[in-house]
């Protein structure tokens, strides 16, 4: 999805944006290595993410880094319409 020309992704539970993270990376040709560079993680840690190995395991503030290392904001949005 496009918002005001950037790409949005949607991700109501952690599935969600586990596969979203990784098929991001994947767009901008970024190999795990890469990634968990930038973001400060272990590639180990990213793997783990991305295959959802370890769900209890995945610290936030891991998660979030790899979102901002991906350029994205991490937004919260209801969904109760009233």
Known sequence: ???????TRLASDAE????????VRLSKGLT???????AGV???WLSRFETG?????????KALAIARALNFDVVL???DTQ
């Open 53 to 61: 190995e370890d769900p209890e395991g995945v610290e936030l503030h």
């Open 32 to 38: 795990q290595e890469e990634l968990s560079k930038r």
């Open 77 to 79: 949005a209801s969904k």
């Open 1 to 7: 999805m496009n918002i005001d020309g950037n790409l």
């Open 16 to 23: 969600a944006f586990r596969t979203s993270a990784r098929a």
């Open 42 to 44: 272990s590639r180990r």
